[in-house]
């Protein structure tokens, strides 16, 4: 019998193609829009669906596992797996993988110093000025900026991602400084990086921190309102990991009394609302949690999904396995 798949939301045709060329049946959920859970349970007792390709925005559980039991393998298009019950998952003997693409590194971390750039050179607002038509002509005092070369910039989380930023950092002229759970001798040698054993370490020295940690219990609110208070007032804070890692309430407050000088946000705390206040603040820099968006990312991303399930499919461990 001919292997079914669901697919929650559109993905790349790459790896579509891929699992159609195996001869699998592959339907695709054809909204645009973020599915409700009710609406993936209700599409996915349509059909004894075999495999399930979810995403980040999914909420994969017991209700889901329960609505298709035939699914033995449930791959997230996401290098992350925070939106995935593991533990129920394995309770059922069901195969969980994910897509941490290589290229997803690259492009977040150019994400992550595009945000650092603008917040440095103050590029939104002042593009902001522009389209409304205040700009006059030349002004020596407008949009005075920060200069990175020479600063310190923290990196909180040490992984692929991390490691990369750091990479980038040294064409910057920035030194790099980090905390993770072990030292990284790599990101040591390549870029120079100093490692330090607590986030307070890094807080507290950095000019410039970005957060690169995944979302588990231990890392939920890591930045609070303590944390906030002990970074320098001329700071930048970027995220592009998970938004939970920071109390968005805590950083509308620190924005607003100038605790730290601005932050760059591709991820929210209650995505995709924003909490109370923080749309309005000039000195945040907001974009749609589009940091891994580059063609190259999304294609592979794509690619290891359906390698995955043709492993699975054949008998063999997929290569991405996470329970």
């Known amino acids: 019998m001919t292997k079914t798949i669901f697919v929650t939301r559109q993905i790349p045709e790459i790896g579509i193609k891929m699992l159609r060329d195996k001869g699998y049946t592959v339907d695709v959920r054809d909204k645009d829009s973020m599915p409700t859970q009710k609406e993936l349970i209700k599409a996915l007792k349509k059909k004894p669906y075999d495999a399930v390709v979810s995403l980040l925005t999914d909420t994969v559980d017991a209700k889901l596992f329960e609505a298709v039991s035939s699914a033995k393998i449930f ?39 595009a945000l650092m750039l603008s917040l440095a050179a103050r590029i939104v607002e002042a593009d902001e000025f522009v389209r409304r038509g205040k700009y006059k002509g030349w002004e020596p005092m407008n949009f005075i900026g920060t200069d990175i070369l020479g600063k310190t910039l923290g990196l909180i989380g040490a992984g692929r991602i991390g490691s990369q930023v750091a990479h980038y950092a040294r064409g910057f002229g920035l030194k ?87 932050a760059g946000l591709d991820v929210f705390e209650f995505e995709p609302k924003l909490v109370k206040g923080l749309m309005k603040l000039e000195n945040v820099i907001l974009t749609p949690h589009i940091a891994s968006a580059s063609d190259t990312a999304r294609n592979e991303m794509s690619r290891l999904v359906a390698d995955n399930i043709i492993a699975f499919f054949e008998g063999k461990i997929p290569p991405n396995k996470v329970n």
């Open 75 to 113: 791959v997230n298009y996401a290098s992350g797996y925070d939106n995935v019950d593991t533990i129920e998952a394995t309770k059922r003997g069901i195969i969980i993988a994910n897509a941490p693409a290589i290229s997803t590194s690259e492009a977040v971390a150019e994400h992550t110093f």
């Open 176 to 262: 790099v400084i980090y905390t993770d759970l072990k030292r990284n001798d790599q990101i040591e040698k390549e870029s120079g990086a100093t490692f330090y054993a607590t986030p307070e370490e890094i807080l507290r020295q950095a000019d410039i921190v970005s957060l690169h940690v995944p979302l588990m219990d231990s890392t939920k609110h890591l930045i609070n309102a303590e944390r906030l208070a002990m970074m320098k007032k001329n700071a930048f804070l970027v995220n592009t990991a998970r938004g939970p890692i920071i109390d968005e309430v805590a950083l509308v407050e620190a924005l607003k009394n100038k605790t730290i000088a601005g």
